[in-house]
């Protein structure tokens, strides 16, 4: 699999036409001048604070006008909730919290926090002090509502958050994929009482938590995000208590969006009185849970679908913005998606979508004036190297996108079907040292030069990583993608060698130049 950053984009699929876009001046004045946010999620390769910095000037340059943003453990909780800080590097210092907001203020960036109040609070629950808050005790990430020590819980978490944050008018309660709400003790029990279900248990925890929050920040706007709220019929919905409560913000990030299905949930939202609503788009981390390099082309699509939407939004409907998620892990234990540097041209690619209505030529342009980069929008971030890096984190994109190359190539990952090591050298024979030496001669070659190609660049990496990353984030990236595919070449030798001594050979001696 050949790695690109970006992918080779068809100009002809976002050029303006009825096929492709339809009420092109609603788009336009729904996305050229509404909130375009972009989604921060540092529970995973969280930035170095000077990089952290840098990215936010230019996500300003590419055309954002606010973020959101998921701390995690980055933030620097106090007191009861210091357990929840970074372990493995440092976490943001308050000093820096305030400086990212001075920064952002300067360029004209909303900044909204996102707490999470409900699901995925593993970074929370994983620790033994939280242990008992769990809904079900192999569910890390689902926070139990019967225990007031969890309410309150989640309560501080957002009290300190706003008191770093006091010029944010918005903020994020998450509540997205509350995994096996209503399998707890207490809720099993809860649920034998008449006309009680999973959504109305669902509901009641966040609107007692909204309300918290409203009643100590009653001018601030909060946020959650929908898929719980999906299957819910329009009676639950009016009768929930979030009506004028939150704003729901709509999630997809399929390149093949449903229009007409998300319009449909839209009314149906507007209809029970949630009019004010938000989009969610993704510009990395939503392809596959271990994906290195984004799929530009997946990327823009998914926002010319929500221009799609954006054109025949039902009657009522509120549209206050689009969040372009940027997700760095599927939850705090899964392994790192994409990096920011090599997901830049996809974002840039997708804010230029947003502004232009299409991925236009003009589109294009404004891409490669940005970022800097080669006039082929292909090539953006694909420089060699050693040119002059033209944005922040340019030549770690680049020597990743080499690296991607090298570590999918079919040589690599499929080398334990090379035609001698699966006639000559099959567990079998390493199990029981045995093997010709002529065919390890040629095994010993070939295994040298796969590592001689990639070894040298995933250490170029490392040392690009370590300057925008900390060293714990460099070692789980190498170590996830890298160790993994060649680990297996290093062992295969270790064991071609052991079978040379036991036969009381020697493993023939590389030809000169390998």
């Known amino acids: 699999m050949k790695a690109c950053l970006p992918e080779q984009l068809n100009p002809s699929e976002g050029k303006q036409s009825n096929k492709n876009l339809v009420h092109q001046a609603g788009m336009m004045s729904l996305f050229t001048t509404g909130k375009k946010l972009v989604h921060l999620d540092l529970k995973g390769a969280p930035p170095k604070f000077e990089f952290l910095l840098k990215l936010i000037h230019l996500f300003a340059d590419l055309g954002a006008n606010g973020l959101l943003i998921e701390y995690e453990d980055m933030f620097p909780y106090e007191g009861d909730l210091k357990i929840l800080r970074a372990a493995a590097h440092p976490h943001y210092s308050r000093e820096e919290i305030f400086t990212l907001q001075d920064t952002a203020k300067s360029r004209n960036l909303e900044v909204i926090p996102l707490v999470q109040t409900f699901g995925h609070l593993e970074f929370v629950l994983k620790h033994g002090a939280f242990r008992e808050l769990r809904e079900v005790e192999h569910c890390l990430g689902t926070l139990n509502p019967h225990k007031e020590r969890g309410v309150q819980l989640v309560l501080e978490m957002v009290r300190q958050m706003m008191e770093l944050h006091p010029g944010s008018s918005s903020l994020h ?24 279900s999973v959504h109305q248990l669902f509901l009641s925890h966040v609107t007692r938590v909204a309300k918290a929050v409203r009643e100590r920040h009653p001018d601030l706007r909060v946020i959650v995000w929908d898929d719980m709220l999906r299957g819910m019929s329009l009676g639950t919905l009016k009768e929930s208590g979030l009506v004028g409560l939150v704003h729901p913000m709509i999630w997809d990030y399929s390149p093949v969006l449903d229009v007409e299905s998300t319009v449909l949930l839209m009314g149906k939202y507007s209809s029970s009185g949630l009019t004010q609503l938000w989009a969610a788009s993704s510009f990395k981390g939503s392809t596959s849970v271990h994906t290195c390099v984004p799929h530009t082309q997946r990327h823009v699509d998914n926002h010319l679908q929500w221009l799609k939407v954006a054109a025949v939004l039902p009657a009522g409907v509120q549209l206050q913005g689009i969040a372009l998620t940027g997700w760095q892990r599927y939850d705090h234990l899964s392994v790192l998606c994409e990096l920011m540097p090599v997901a830049l041209p996809c974002l840039a690619s997708c804010l230029q979508t947003l502004i232009y209505g299409s991925f236009s030529l003009e589109a294009q342009t404004r891409v490669t004036e940005i970022l800097g980069s080669p006039s082929d929008v292909e090539d953006i971030g694909s420089l060699a190297p050693e040119n002059t890096p033209s944005f922040p984190g340019q030549k770690l994109a680049a020597l990743m996108v080499e690296l991607t190359t090298l ?88 064991d071609l060698q052991l079978a040379m001594e036991d036969m009381e050979l020697h493993a023939p001696v590389p030809p000169s130049g390998w």
């Not at 096996?180 to 009482?193: F, I, K, V, Y």
């Not at 250490?459 to 890298?482: G, I, K, S």
């Open 407 to 494: 570590l999918q190539s079919e040589d690599l990952r499929l080398f334990e079907s090379n035609m001698y090591v699966k006639g000559w050298f099959t567990p079998y024979h390493r199990q029981r040292k045995i093997a010709n030496p002529l065919i390890a001669q040629q095994i010993q070659i070939e295994v040298t030069t796969l590592l001689q190609a990639v070894e040298p660049k995933a250490e170029e990496v490392r040392r690009e990583m370590a300057l925008l990353y900390p060293q714990a984030t460099v070692d789980e990236w190498a170590e996830q993608h890298v160790s993994s595919v060649v680990a297996p070449l290093h062992s295969l030798l270790k």
């Open 173 to 196: 309660l998450g509540a997205d994929e509350v995994y096996l709400l209503g399998q707890g003790e207490e809720s099993r029990h809860w649920l034998t009482a008449p006309n009680r």
